[in-house]
């Protein structure tokens, strides 16, 4: 017995034709089918006007991309259907689970997409509708971000990451690839010949020691480097590294750049074809975490039913005074603060991150001394007074490592994962091709 969302489908298909059947008489003319299901899959039909849209989407990309069709035709159709199916079989179960998107999410997804193509949201919506794809992709987008979503929910439960994996990846050599930092370098080069006198030879080091000296006052590499060239009256050149991990600059740097600050500059560094600059722009990743913690303490109080905005910035600012007043700040907490989280704790948040608070409440904590109380402030959730107990900068290296390490193993295993349970629920779904 099939539910309603079949049955409307069906009920729609149906009564299309049976309109036309009926018309067609009184209007002398040829009945046109519009529509028929081809397969019915639980409790939806997938429909022949689906696989056509498809099979043109995919045609277009093909003759785009310059790449050939599958010549068994009947094969290649086949395939595509199979994925609708599949793709229908996911809706519906993301569906019972309520993943949906609203209008405004789609509409945040298409602002990014203009933007990737250099045009304004109304821009890129007049040249989809222009194209008569407007609504189109706009479902497209709705699907695939629901179908991810679902996948990301139903796939990765089931994948188990141990600890002893986690050290067996550490110790790999991919592993320690993978946790490798990455470097931005900037670099210039002075260049040298065999033929450059001794005279010459001072002068570009003069020039080189010039250069590092500007660099390290803040004047930027790309800058200087085009400056000196003009100046100088001979080429000085660099190269675009972009983002590379130490093994994969060129050896002369390699060590260097691993044991470099951002924004430090090394140089002259003396090769066979000239002097060399560098200076790192940016680092990310590695194994070396440290990170700054504040251990914070807070009261917040909220408006509710039967206290208003102002009753409540009146109660906070009376606690306020009373723990200036010297009253237990823990014993205040306990007894006043609307915050279940931290409520029996005395409103201890234990040790924060840097960036781990509300932008509000960091903005205030980051002002404060150890032991001093903040003056009330409002955030998004209620009215706050808050009390910095501690600052240290703690070493996170190990937990981040194997963080990053435990994230690296489940993304290998997602896609195996994924593909086992894309054939579950397909061989779990009734499905029925329809001649």
């Keep these: ?125 007049d ?33 188990t990451i141990t600890e002893q994996e986690i050290d067996n990846f550490l110790n790999s050599e991919m592993g320690r690839e993978l946790m490798a930092a990455d470097y931005y370098v900037e670099h210039l080069l002075i260049p040298a010949s065999a033929e450059d006198t001794p005279e010459v030879k001072q002068n570009k080091e003069r020039l080189a020691a010039d250069l590092v000296s500007r660099i390290n006052d803040d004047y930027p590499l790309a800058a200087a480097r085009a400056a000196a060239s003009q100046s100088a009256g001979f080429q000085i050149s660099g190269t675009e590294f972009g983002w590379r991990k130490a093994n994969q600059l060129p050896s002369l740097f390699a060590d260097i750049v691993a044991g470099m600050e951002v924004g430090q500059v090394e140089g002259p560094i003396e090769a066979g074809n000239g002097l060399h600059i560098i200076q790192l722009m940016d680092k990310q990743g590695g ?21 208003d905005e102002q009753q409540t910035e009146t109660a906070i600012r009376a606690l306020h005074r009373r723990a200036l007043a010297g009253e237990d700040f823990a014993s205040l907490a306990r007894q006043n603060s609307d915050d279940v989280s931290s409520v029996v704790a005395g409103g201890d948040l234990d040790w924060v991150n840097e960036g781990g608070m509300p932008i509000e409440m960091e903005v ?29 900068l703690q070493d996170l290296s190990r937990e981040f490592t194997r963080n990053q390490a435990e994230n690296a193993l489940r993304n290998r295993k997602f896609d195996l994962e994924l593909q086992n349970w894309l054939i579950e629920i397909r061989e779990d779904a009734f499905v029925e091709f329809i001649d």
Excluded: C
């Design 287 to 307: 194994t070396e975490q440290f990170v700054n913690q504040t251990r914070v303490r807070h009261i917040m109080l909220s408006p509710n039913e039967i206290r």
């Design 1 to 125: 017995m099939k539910n309603s969302n079949l049955n409307s489908r069906l009920l729609f298909v149906t009564a299309a034709l049976l309109l036309l059947f009926i018309a067609a008489p009184f209007a002398n003319a040829q009945r046109v089918l519009l529509d028929k299901v081809i397969a019915i899959v639980d409790d939806d039909v997938v429909l022949q006007s689906e696989l056509d849209e498809r099979l043109t989407e995919i045609t277009q990309q093909a003759q785009r991309n310059g790449q050939p069709l599958p010549e068994d035709r009947e094969e290649f159709e086949s395939e595509v259907l199979e994925a609708l199916v599949v793709e229908n079989i996911q809706m519906q179960l993301a569906n019972r689970v309520s993943i949906r998107y609203d209008d405004d999410t789609i509409n945040r997804v298409l602002g990014n997409m203009a933007r990737n193509s250099n045009l304004t949201f109304d821009e890129y919506v």
């Design 364 to 392: 205030v904590v980051d002002e404060l001394d150890i032991d001093e109380v903040s003056e009330p402030f409002r955030s998004q959730v209620g009215w706050h007074i808050a009390r910095v107990e501690g600052r240290r």
């Design 127 to 159: 040249a989809l509708e222009a194209n008569g794809v407007y609504l189109q992709t706009r479902e497209q987008v709705r699907k695939q971000m629901t179908m991810q979503e679902l996948q990301r929910g139903m796939v990765s439960r089931r994948i």
